[in-house]
T-cell receptor
């Protein structure tokens, strides 16, 4: 069982849709992360939140918009995505580095 | 730019064989982690090594951090089908202290 919970597990959306990915952890970790992972490749860092503040944005296009409502929740809002954005989106949490990963949301853009 | 190169990229072996995965860089890392990721799941942290020359064992898995803290290895003894997955090393260091993932090693253990 993973201690980082991500929903939904799968998402199919059109390029004009708006959707959100959600991530939740109750381990008291103050750092939360979003990663993008293509098949058989390592995860690529997108965003880091530390103490609910955005601390790192790895030059991610504005069609991805992160949000951290509180210390346990992390969202990723999606709008006008492109087919190349299809990937596994992973959330992670930790005290200073990612220690626990969720099982990800498998996103497909039509 | 800090880079972590893993070798081999792919490895397919029979159950019972031994194997070693390497993680190399020209940069020094303050710590290095190893993860295993199974299909349909997120990476699971196996170990963190922080001291140059450190060796850690986790059942049939032996992890070593290089003396200069630029490289690491993972040795699996008597591999089992349950060891199948993507193995990722990841290092922390540098001005940003970000976690840098290696290029990954995809292991398949055939029964």
């Amino acid at each position: 069982d993973t201690e980082v919970t991500q929903t939904p597990k799968h998402l199919v959306m059109g390029m004009t849709n708006k959707k959100s990915l959600k991530c939740e952890q109750h381990m008291g970790h103050r750092a939360m992360y979003w990663y993008k992972q293509k098949a058989k490749k390592p995860p690529e860092l997108m965003f880091v939140y530390s103490y609910e503040k955005l601390s790192i944005n790895e030059s991610v296009p504005s069609r991805f918009s992160p949000e951290c409502p509180n210390s346990s929740l992390l969202n990723l809002h999606l709008h006008a995505l492109q087919p190349e954005d299809s990937a596994l989106y992973l959330c992670a949490s930790g005290h200073q580095q990612p220690q626990h990963f969720g099982d990800g949301t498998r996103l497909s853009i039509l | 730019t800090q880079l972590l190169e893993q070798s081999p990229q792919f490895l397919s072996i029979q159950e019972g064989e031994n194997l070693t995965v390497y993680c190399n860089s020209s940069s020094v890392f303050s710590s290095l982690q190893w993860y295993r990721q199974e299909p349909g799941e997120g990476p699971v942290l196996l170990v963190t090594v922080v001291t140059g020359g450190e060796v850690k064992k986790l059942k049939r898995l032996t992890f070593q951090f290089g003396d200069a803290r630029k490289d690491s290895s993972l040795h699996i003894t008597a591999a089992q089908p349950g060891d199948t997955g993507l193995y990722l090393c990841a290092g922390t260091g540098g001005a940003t202290n970000k976690l840098i993932f290696g290029t990954g090693t995809l292991l398949a253990v055939q029964p």
